[in-house]
């Protein structure tokens, strides 16, 4: 049997752990927010960065066709050395965005998992109190669940 301050206590470590799970799922939840939010933005200057190489490519041709040269394979081979350039920088963007948002996930998993902890760590306390409460009822006798007592309910308890 257990005393009244060991309920309290296997109270408190439900409560402590119900609290760490609040806060772990807490944290899990802004760090998968901010990832999406890290994807979004990774993909907004992504796209940025290519207009930004289409306008320079627009402005490399408007050039040369207001000069009067004629369009040849060097003036091609700079053109398409920009679009390359600038489609490259997208796509690093890209990927750079996608590894942020990945390694942000990770530890909202890391997060969740602790919370999850927390509640295991938490259920086994408490056995592992009730458990202690229940050995350590010295003076006391066991229940007896073949006494007249426990099935006219009464106590359980031999000599009662």
């Not at 890290?38 to 993909?43: M, V």
């Not at 003036?75 to 390359?84: F, N, Q, S």
Request: one cysteine or more; charged letters at 25%; glycine letters at 14%.
């Amino acid at each position: 049997m257990c005393a009244g301050d060991e309920y309290m206590m296997m109270g408190g470590q439900l409560a402590e752990a119900g609290a760490k799970y609040s806060e772990s799922s807490y944290k899990a939840s802004m760090l998968s927010m901010q990832a999406d939010q890290t994807r979004f933005a990774s993909k907004q200057r992504s796209q940025s960065i290519s207009r930004a190489g289409e306008r320079e490519r627009g402005a490399a041709r408007a050039a040369a066709g207001a000069s009067g040269a004629t369009i040849d394979e060097a003036a091609l081979r700079v053109e398409d050395g920009i679009t390359r350039g600038a489609e490259r920088d997208a796509a690093m963007e890209m990927i750079s965005g996608e590894l942020e948002a990945r390694q942000l996930e990770s530890r909202a998993m890391l997060h969740r998992m602790a919370g999850s902890n927390a509640i295991w760590e938490g259920v086994i306390g408490v056995g592992a109190t009730g458990f202690s409460g229940w050995k350590g009822a010295k003076g006391r006798p066991a229940p007896s669940y073949h006494s007249e007592a426990y099935w006219a309910g009464g106590a359980g308890f031999e000599g009662e």
